[in-house]
């Protein structure tokens, strides 16, 4: 088993990533009414367990005028020795220049192109991470070579685009799911006109970004190269004592709430005042990923004999989770789990049932605050695609609530076109935390000349961690 990473202790403060919604957080309010109805359509979403599996690790720590990040080269051993530990075919690098970066993700591409074209679907698992310096410029996130001063003028020529360089590197023919793990600042270094300048993305398909921390929130570093910053360490032990079982975007969330609390108890030891930061992910996947390895499958499948003693029917838990992953209303799925959590301690659904509970909890909240009736979400309708979109966005989910306001907007994924729908959709996105659709609904807000309406969802946009790219926008940014 890999060794446990670092604990929080004194930390230097570092400006980071992310933009997105708190709403991860498994301590969100219950919201008494029950106004989403249940959908039909069976909509049991796709599991796999991908057997081919890669990751490229680039820790860069050298960077001029006293900017190091002192962890960078400690995050990426530890990560490393736990994804080994999972069977993944690991790559890493340290302290690269761009050119070294471009070599590196180049040959790196091409391997999984190559494993893409002959994967079954669900197949592989990819993993990239970046621990260093990061910045949003214009829309387009960039990550810094070491060497480069990230408040330099040259360090806009000599980063790499995220979206555009790194990305890409990824199998684009969605075989399975590809990660990205960006542990860098996203804070635009030149602040013009003193607004931070960050960003929301959208995933492309088959993917998961997970930041280190939401848009204008800073990210702690240790200031000992003994320690791994608090959003790796996070990651590492959740990653470290995973059961096989919870999905890979449920260990994200677990993860996110796991670095808050370590920030958390920093900044009351210091007595710093500024929020802490809170890990956020753009997700774009199809049914539910698990990573395993054989001792994990053993281990399962053992625990899951039938034995003497056992405190209760492996069957009877197999058949009320079934019921649980098919139901959408999320008042009802809160009371289901809670009942399960009672009848089941212990299981190996625990930390499913947790996320699932402040996933529902918020979709719940979220529902109220845009003022939304349960008719939203009644109708029996869509494809596949829509239905697995639609038990995430019940479930807290920003991006799969996105792609369905998009859906109804296009005429895709089963669906007809609605602009209420469309508008709808956008709002329920919006109040889960998703920048791009409160921007989207401020543009149609202010073509139907709302005007106070617009302004308060441009705001919100804003607030969220988006800032449309310059031919986007329309009022002056």
């Known amino acids: 088993m890999p060794p446990k990473s670092g604990s929080p202790s004194s930390t230097m403060r570092r400006s980071l990533v992310l933009g997105g919604s708190a709403g991860l957080a498994l301590g969100a309010l219950p919201v008494s009414s029950d106004l989403f109805a249940q959908v039909g359509g069976d909509p049991v979403q796709d599991a796999y367990v991908p057997r081919t599996k890669y990751a490229l690790l680039i820790g860069n720590r050298d960077y001029p005028n006293r900017k190091d990040i002192a962890p960078a080269h400690k995050n990426v051993r530890d990560l490393k020795d736990v994804l080994e530990y999972y069977e993944f075919k690991v790559k890493d690098y340290r302290d ?83 990660i990205a793990l960006i542990d860098a600042c996203r804070t635009d270094p030149t602040i013009r ?116 003693g056992l405190q209760y029917d492996m069957s009877k838990m197999d058949e009320r989770w079934k019921t649980i992953q098919t139901t959408l209303r999320p008042a009802r799925l809160i009371k289901l789990c809670e009942q399960f959590g009672r009848e089941f301690p212990g299981s190996e659904f625990e930390q499913q049932i947790r996320v699932a509970i402040a996933g529902a909890r918020q979709a719940l909240e979220s529902q109220r605050s845009a003022g939304l009736s349960g008719d939203v979400f009644e109708e029996v309708i869509g494809d596949r695609d829509y239905r697995d979109d639609l038990i995430k966005a019940l479930r807290g989910d920003k991006d799969s609530a996105h792609r369905i306001a998009i859906a109804y907007r296009t005429g895709t994924m089963g669906v007809t076109v609605n602009p209420r729908r469309t508008e709808q959709w956008l709002r329920f996105a919006a ?16 073509e139907a000349g709302q005007v106070g309406d617009a302004a308060r969802f441009e705001t919100k946009a804003l607030d969220l961690g988006y800032r449309p790219p310059p031919r986007l926008a329309t009022r002056g940014y």
Not at 138 to 150: S, T
Not at 204 to 222: D, I, Q, S
């Open 96 to 178: 690269l220049d761009a050119t070294a970066m471009m070599r590196a993700l180049a040959e790196f591409a091409a391997q999984m192109r190559s494993v893409g074209e002959s994967a079954l679907p669900g197949g592989v698992a990819v993993v990239f991470y970046f621990c260093g310096h990061g910045f949003q410029s214009a829309g387009r996130n960039y990550l810094v070579p070491a060497g480069v001063d990230p408040s330099s003028e040259k360090a806009l020529t000599q980063s790499l685009r995220l979206a555009e360089d790194i990305l890409v590197a990824f199998p684009q023919r969605y075989p399975g799911v590809s």
């Open 193 to 308: 006109r003193g607004v931070d300048d960050f960003n929301q993305i959208s995933a492309p398909e088959g993917m998961l970004v997970f930041f280190a921390t939401r848009a204008g929130r800073p990210a702690l570093a240790p200031v000992s190269p003994d320690r791994n910053t608090f959003f790796a360490a996070a990651l590492i032990d959740v990653l470290r004592d995973a059961n096989g079982v919870t999905p890979l975007d449920d260990l994200f969330r677990i993860a996110a709430v796991e670095c808050q609390l370590r920030v958390k108890t920093e900044f009351d030891k210091a007595k710093i005042t500024i929020p802490p930061q809170f890990p956020e992910s753009a997700a774009n996947l199809r049914g539910r990923f698990v990573i395993r390895n054989r001792q994990l499958e053993l281990r399962r499948s053992e625990r899951r004999r039938p034995m003497a």
């Open 431 to 446: 109040e889960l935390g998703n920048g791009i659709a409160s921007w989207e609904l401020s543009e149609i807000y202010n």
